[in-house]
């Protein structure tokens, strides 16, 4: 029977990636936005459902599933014809995509957080995490850079959600302040992914998802 999906998300936030895997299998879902300024994710509504109080967090048929990696992976598996990821054979492949979706949710997330929100890693001075935040992203920003040096996209001549997780990580690195002028490679590929109808699609559903909430609010 097929699943009822709802997704909790926040504006800007990671959950964006599951947004926009979400919009590509093209099956019907709601969502809920939380206003993490206002600590709607730490509410004990929210916390009822994912006691971390983290977003994304999708329910499937009532049952939360949180940690992007593991959506993505269950929404590849779920909506096979949506090619989150290139087809896989073997338990090599289905190990690698993890390994990726493993890189970018443990490899980069913090540093995009020491760099836009490094209050969350220290109750002293926040300038020094800020900067470390931004040499750490250098690096990982750096491996993109030299991994596009053959290919559009991250497995090859194919877009999968591993580039808009990887999108998501140096656009929100930007948001902090991190520049990524010196990576033309990873500018092509923001142009790229931007054009996407898939991640309009998310964008134009968190945009109204923020207007209404708007609305609710005033
Ligand atoms: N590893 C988790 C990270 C989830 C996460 O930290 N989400 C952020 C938004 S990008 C969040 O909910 N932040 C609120 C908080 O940590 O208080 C994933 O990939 O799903």
Avoid at 94 to 111: E, F, I, K, T
Avoid at 141 to 167: M, N
């Amino acid at each position: 029977m097929a699943p009822e999906l709802m997704l909790y998300h926040a504006h800007t936030a990671c959950s964006r990636v599951t947004l926009t895997a979400l919009e590509q299998c093209g099956y019907g879902y709601t969502d809920r936005l939380l206003i993490l300024q206002k600590g709607e994710h730490k509410a004990p509504a929210f916390l009822s459902i994912n006691s971390g109080g983290k977003v994304p967090t999708l329910l499937v048929d009532g049952r939360p599933l949180v940690e992007n990696g593991a959506i993505l992976m269950w929404l590849a598996e779920t909506f096979p014809e949506a090619g989150l990821f290139p087809p896989s054979t073997s338990a090599w492949d289905r190990a690698r995509y993890m390994s990726d979706l493993l890189w970018v949710s443990s490899g980069w997330h913090p540093y995009v957080r020491a760099n836009k929100v490094p209050s969350m890693w220290t109750t002293g001075d926040v300038e020094p995490v800020r900067e470390r935040g931004r040499e750490l992203l250098a690096g990982v920003v750096q491996q993109l850079e030299d991994h596009l040096a053959d290919r559009p996209w991250w497995y090859g001549e194919d877009w999968s959600i591993i580039d808009t997780y990887l999108w998501w990580a140096y656009t929100n690195a930007e948001i902090g302040g991190f520049s990524i002028a010196a990576f033309p490679r990873v500018q092509a590929h923001r142009q790229r992914h931007e054009a996407l109808p898939q991640l309009q699609r998310a964008l134009a559903r968190e945009a109204a998802a923020v207007a209404k909430r708007d609305k609710e609010n005033a």
